[in-house]
């Protein structure tokens, strides 16, 4: 099958969501915006570093700063990890080839509209915020690809991504605030015991909230459905 170019949306392969760490992703992700968002202009194929981190601070210069350095310093490492390929470097602005950071063939990826990012990065850019983007992509790379969910415990999760379990309830909170994630306490009925047990959280994207829903009637029951809500 032949890979399409999205323009509307950044594509993140499962590739670049495993090997990169919270900074890098967020960086790349920002990058990926850029040039879809300008994809018409003949300036397209120029990155100049400013232009990508006044993406993520709201569209106002990101001050020289702690913050700013580490950003820099994921930059570099993008560069040095080959995940994409410059073509030339004039100054501080980089000639890139858009198809090779825009399409991979890597087939398992991880899809962000334009606006969830811009809800993301809706405030001040802060470095909670940048590691909070980071996991928000590795919480939907574990979603299987046909039911749409995510079944893995926080002790899963925190030892997976290097993230304490305090702190991946404070990102879950406020993904599900800004309704960039749906989540579901999930229970079974017990037919013995007559109760309900709880198991994992249910995690997946709002858009497929009625999927879910569905999906659960079926596995619960109706009448169960309604008694565990």
Do not use: W
């Not at 032949?2 to 990169?20: F, G, P, V, Y």
């Not at 194929?45 to 981190?53: F, G």
């Not at 106002?60 to 702690?66: A, G, I, T």
């Amino acid at each position: 099958m032949k890979n399409k170019l999205h323009r509307n949306e950044i594509m993140l392969s499962q590739d670049e969501i495993t090997n990169l760490d919270l900074y890098e992703l967020t960086l790349l992700s920002s990058i990926k915006h850029t040039i879809i968002s300008n994809y018409n202009s003949p300036d397209a194929k120029e990155i100049k570093l400013n232009d990508v981190l006044s993406v993520l601070n709201n569209g106002k210069e990101l001050p020289r700063n702690n913050l700013r350095r580490d950003l820099s310093r994921s930059f570099r490492s993008l560069i040095s990890k080959d995940i994409f390929k410059v073509v030339n470097k004039i100054g501080k602005r980089y000639y890139i080839e858009r198809e090779s950071i825009l399409i991979n063939s890597n087939k398992l990826y991880v899809s962000i509209k334009k606006d969830e990012f811009i809800n993301i990065f809706s405030t001040n850019l802060t470095s909670n915020l940048v590691k909070m983007y980071g996991y928000y992509i590795k919480l939907l790379s574990t979603l299987n690809i046909n039911s749409r969910v995510g079944y893995h415990s926080l002790d899963t999760l925190s030892e997976k991504f290097g993230i304490s379990k305090g702190t991946l309830v404070t990102y879950n909170s406020e993904l599900e605030k800004r309704n960039l994630i749906s989540i579901h306490r999930r229970k079974t009925f017990d037919e013995l015991t007559g109760k309900f047990k709880s198991f994992n959280n249910v995690y997946f994207k709002p858009c497929d909230k009625e999927h879910i829903c569905r999906s659960e009637e079926r596995r619960v029951g109706k009448e169960c459905l309604k008694r565990c809500r």
